[in-house]
């Protein structure tokens, strides 16, 4: 069975200082991944999507960004926090189907990191 | 713009009654999840609707997508306490690009004993 897992749960940080939050999954291959950012018990906002290694897609310009240095590794980083980049992180991945036509695939959820920065 | 509207935002209920949480578009998804979501943890997947106008029934949960693939509504008889959470919907906007899941805004329902 596939997992994924997020670290750390949780992560209180200054501003200006630095950031690398990690995810992984197991039990599956090729998968794409995405981070999100939610805000409190609000729906969610996606920040990266990757489909396979190296290849990061941006959907907000931000002071964040991600990097895929395995097939089953995503990281998030950031060089210097902002009060603004305080929330709940979420990590996901879906399986990717070969070929050029995209199939309905359900996105499977990472426990989440909740980052405060002050 | 918001692509996936969900209403209403906020739900309070007394244990037994039903309600309706809809999720509306002005664009067409190839297909909609529903997920929910408990504090301070991930979403978890509850149903994957594909075709115009299906059914899904899980227990109590009753999911429907619209006709022209525009909408979706969640409906839950005789509600518990154990309902209580973050109800997300979400799709894949083919127009916005392949792989990426746009997501409603949720409907945080609270299911009074």
């Known amino acids: 069975s596939q997992t994924i897992h997020q670290w750390p749960a949780t992560l209180v940080q200054p501003v200006g200082s630095p950031l690398s939050l990690e995810c992984t999954v197991e039990?599956?291959?090729?998968?794409?991944l995405y981070w999100y950012r939610q805000a409190a018990g609000r729906g969610l906002q996606l920040l990266f999507y990757s489909v396979g290694i190296g290849q990061i897609s941006s959907e907000v310009p931000q002071n964040l960004s991600a990097s895929r240095p395995q097939d089953r590794q995503f990281i998030l980083s950031s060089k210097k926090l902002l009060l603004s980049d305080s929330g709940f992180y979420l990590c996901?991945?879906?399986?990717?189907?070969?070929?050029?036509?995209?199939?309905?695939?359900?996105?499977?959820f990472g426990p989440g990191t909740r980052l405060l920065v002050l | 713009t918001q692509l996936l509207e969900q209403s209403p935002q906020f739900l309070s209920i007394q244990e037994g009654e039903n309600l309706t949480v809809y999720c509306n578009s002005s664009s067409v998804f190839s297909s909609l999840q529903w997920y929910r979501q408990e504090p301070g943890e991930g979403p978890v997947l509850l149903v994957t609707?594909?075709?115009?106008?299906e059914v899904k029934k899980l227990k109590r949960l009753t999911f429907q997508f619209g006709d022209a693939r525009k909408d979706s509504s969640l409906h839950i008889t005789a509600a518990q306490p154990g309902d209580t959470g973050l109800y997300l919907c979400?799709?894949?906007?083919?127009?916005?690009?392949?792989?990426?899941?746009?997501f409603g805004t949720g409907t945080r329902l609270k299911v009074l004993a």
């Open positions: 609707v594909v075709t115009g106008g």
């Open positions: 996901a991945w879906s399986v990717r189907w070969p070929g050029a036509w995209f199939r309905s695939e359900t996105q499977y």
């Open positions: 979400a799709g894949v906007h083919l127009p916005s690009g392949t792989y990426k899941y746009i």
């Open positions: 039990g599956t291959s090729n998968p794409n």
